[in-house]
């Protein structure tokens, strides 16, 4: 219970903000648009998985929008030149993994900081996006918008995928060595070299990984529309890192599990539709934003000065 | 003659300029406890990272088992059968107990499944095996650091290691751990392992020993046996440390000076929850050394923290010169004419990338830069002041405080104190993990500072010392002051009674 | 100088002076190929542009230097902005008193940052991102997300004009701050502590520095500057607007790193600062009027590009050259019995 404290409270407060809709504004129920805004979250949720693993590993990629925006258009582009779903797909994978691995070998291998070189790559794949695609948009072939199914059916895809990756990735990190090695690693770094593990080998892995999800995020994002906006990625790198913040997963690393994020990810979510709801103007989302990052690590600060004493 | 689990020979390493190994050899046989003894910077943690295939050797062989061993990790090191219990616990906070000693003993491959009943199981079993009543879910963050230490022991002999490397183990023990752990130790000889065991504390390398052999300036100088065969001691303690220090050390201790003065500090029942510190009541004179003695975790340091203002006192009164006082902070502190200098030298006595000079002056920034500008020549000459006085061994004013061995660090941690001219200076186990050589000097320096009239707080864990050093020794226990000797009266079975004496 | 180790003293210059190399390749390169760029009039427009975040930077170093950092400073400089266009428009205040409510609000949003930061020990990063989305939200709630504020005392527009001896006033007012800054960090007991906080904030509180109103100073500073910069770039542009300054905090942080400020704290100079903010300005200004560049009209695109490149290659530089170094050293000495 006291464990996973955080986990649970950050869950009790989305339970409630659910209800105060349910009261207030029942029409947050109906179930297309629902769903909409749920499909919505599924490529946040993918990358919030991976920032949640770099956060684990006691590091931190705000390069993810920028990849993510990279992959989309790549993937995009693949597709309107008359390949399938699965090719685009690869080249998002393919892409995500290789900027990934650029992040993974600076910081694992170099040792330099995360903040630095992850802000160093946001800018940088940012750019050659931009220089690339000039803000022009793709148009996908016909056929890839909700997999080729019926809006129902791609929506109910995305959701059994999203459902299914966290399932498994929380499984995985709780249960395989592997997982464990994740937490070993942002908790002590020369403990788990001590340990027998080899701690810029688990750091790397980490930011391939969360490449490589960036790109899968990017593929999720591109079949709920017909056309892929360059610059889909912009600020999603916040969006993930807040769901995590908020989720409980420590900026120090070590400590903190998936569903948290998620349930972090969900409560974030929920706010601006509840906003819209309550009448209160959407401009505020990100200011709303702001002060739940800021509000959860004071909840966070609190809690381990009082754990101290 | 049966096969020796190690053998090191001529094993040489540098790192970079400096020559940390000039030509180690060292051999460990099965059922032998093995002290390795050496000043502080005669190689003894490069040797052991050498062992545990942390460092590889630049040259000379390194068998184990009997066969030679060449690039060695951490991981193969383990495979092959040597653990290590580091000085300092090198745990997971965030993790589990259980799960610290499973991450140290597993290893599994990448995707292999935890098995996390298995693990609960087998952390029970090893903690009982030592005699450490600790639950196995807690996470490590909440233990104390003897606790840490213990789940280190149970790694070691969880791993069911034939060499285990023990450096400096007792260095945060209470005496009841102690007793366990050289239980454990004995065990491990009994069960035909080798132990290499590397401590500061002669009196324990005597209970443990073997064999020793002594490390000076990177290079093995000498194994000698402790006991002859019919267990007749071979080794006195006056040769031990003349082969550390290449000298024969004269006298141990300075001879006491004159009569104290003015009562400087007076406490009167002062009590810090957080320090877990209660009813404290003493007095220390002008000219005096009060030898502040107990166990670890008696509350010795909490004292020192909430003096110095770090964890300020909830309650009680504290005198200075007669004059009732708050310690709120650190700045209060010193500007009151406290000295701190802590425990922990090189988290808190000295900033290790700044220059000395910068260091020394780090507490006396109003006086020696008034108007907030600094002033380059002022400090580098208080940085030449005190190299001199206290005979700091660096090439000048400006060399960065990392550079410097630990006892000429502790000298600098000292300097910072005494250029504020304090009229309290409190010193947490000044000596502790200082060579002898430095460590006779810098007891020479607390002599002088006393008769010139500073009163001198001394906190320390090196009974000896205590003994050796003090006028007065106050014995805390449990976070309460228990007894107060004066100095002709204490002998080592009274002080260390009164510490363990159970309330 | 006089205080620096020699070990850090040759790191240190080894960084600085390689800075400085490329800075002057960089404008030789320029000088020779891009249209227009060494003359007098370019070179003030580079000043001018650079002015936001040549402040920024300046007062960023501090802040890293004790091991911090603020994320922030982009969206307080818009929210400054909108502050300043709702004080003028919305309260008919004249620009002086309006300015000064606009700077005390700056300093009262470090603060902020500050209090979280120090008083309640919270981690630099994450608080100032928190402050980065609030900040900005913030400027977005007040103004609609649309809303853009143009009618200003012509008075007021015309600093962004200004010249003083025929040096644009943004010159002026960078070169009062860099001397403050440098001032701050290197001659006087504030620089020392950052400095003794950004290797080791227990140690310098074991040192009885304070290190709380310390570490705060910084942050204060950040804000006070980030809405100086907020001012100039009003007047510069004319129009007060949400999303001014956005992007600028990472160009801050870039020149500070690229200026040989270790983002770990301790290490670092604030002429190495001066030299990598003016490595940016004079890239972001320069790279657009080579002729290639200027025909397929993406200035803009390269010259964030490049900044972004040069900070990889500013961190991994000296990191491969010291691999490069013991991997050859590895290879040469005795032979070994391993």
Known sequence: MKRYF????????????????????????????????LTAQIPTLVLTLGIALVMLTRQIDISVGSQFGLCAVLAGLVSAGGHGLPVSLAAALGAGAFMGALNGCLVAWMRLPSIVVTLATMVTWAEVLRLFQQGKFVNLAPGVQWFGLSQLGGQLTLLGVGGALVALAAYLLKNTSGGRHVYAVGSDAEAARLSGINPSAVTFGVFVLMGTLAG?????????????????????????????VVGGVAVNGGRGSLWGALAGLLLLATINPALTFLHVE??????????????????????SRRNLN | MRQPLLRLSQITKSFGAVRALKGVSFELHPGEVHALLGENGAGKSTLIKVITGAHQPDGGTLEIGGTTVSNLTPTRARKLGIACIYQQPALFPDLSVSENIGLRLEGGAFFAKVHWKQRRKNADALLARIGAALDPETPVRSLSMPEQQLVEIACALGSGAKTVIMDEPTASLTQVEQELLFGVVRDLRASGAGVVYISHRLEEIFALADRVTVLRDGQSISTRAVRSELGAMELTEEELISLMVGREVASIYPHRGGSPGETVLELENVCCAAGGIANISLAVRAGEILGLAGLVGAGRTELARVLFGITPADSGTIRLLGRNVQVRSPQQAV??????????????????????????????????????????????????????????????????????????????????????????LILDDPTQGVDVGAKSEIHRIIRDLAAKGLAVLMISSDLPEVLGMSDRIAVMRGGRLVETFEGSTATAQRVMSAALRPS | MASLSPSLKKNVLRHE??????????????CLYARNFGTPDNLSNVVRHSAEIGLLALAMMPVILTGGIDLSVGSLMGLCAVLFGVLTHDYHLATLPAAAVTLAAGLFAGGFNAFLITALRLPPLIVTLGTYSLFRGLAEAITQGTKTYRAFDPAFLSLGETRWFGVPLQAWILTAAAASFYLLVHRSTFGRSFRAIGFS???A???????????????????????????????????????????????????????????????????GTLAGIAAIAVLTNGIGRVPAVFKAGIGGELASLLTGALLLVALAGPELARVLSTRSAKISPSPKTL
Request: include cysteine.
């Open chain 1, 282 to 303: 959407a401009y505020w989302e990100k200011a709303i934003q702001g002060l739940v990052i800021l509000l959860a690590v004071i909840a966070d600060g609190i809690r």
């Open chain 3, 201 to 203: 904030p227990e140690g």
């Open chain 3, 205 to 271: 509180r074991y040192a009885g520095l304070s290190v709380q109103s310390r570490t705060a100073l910084p942050y204060l500073l950040t804000g006070l500057v980030a809405a100086l910069a907020a001012l100039l770039f009003t007047a510069r542009l004319r129009q007060a607007r949400a999303d001014a300054g956005t992007g600028y905090e990472l160009c801050a942080i870039t020149a500070v790193v690229l200026g040989g400020t270790s983002i770990f704290g301790g290490v670092g100079t604030l002429p």
């Open chain 2, 335 to 424: 500007s009151l004419g406290i000295g701190y200098v802590p425990e922990d030298r090189r988290r808190h006595g000295v900033i290790l990338p700044m220059p000395i000079a910068e260091n020394m002056s780090m507490a006396v920034h109003p006086k020696l830069f008034p108007g907030k500008w600094l002033r380059f020549e002022a400090e580098r000459a208080l940085g030449l002041r005190f190299i001199e006085e206290l005979g700091i061994k660096a090439y000048g004013p400006e060399a960065p405080g990392g550079s410097l061995s630990g006892g000429n660090q502790q000298k600098v941690s000292l300097a910072r104190w005494l250029a504020t001219e304090p009229r309290l």
């Open chain 3, 17 to 30: 002076s390689l800075l400085l190399l490329v800075l002057l390749l960089e404008f030789a390169f320029l």
């Open chain 1, 216 to 244: 899968l995020a990017a593929v999720l994002n591109l079949v709920q529309s017909p056309q892929v906006d360059p610059k889909c990625g912009t600020g999603l790198e916040l969006k993930a890192i807040a769901a995590a």
């Open chain 1, 6 to 37: 955080r986990e649970l409270s950050v869950a009790a407060a989305l339970v409630l903000l659910l209800l105060l809709l349910a009261l207030f504004a029942p029409h947050f129920y109906e179930l297309q648009p629902l769903l909409s805004r």
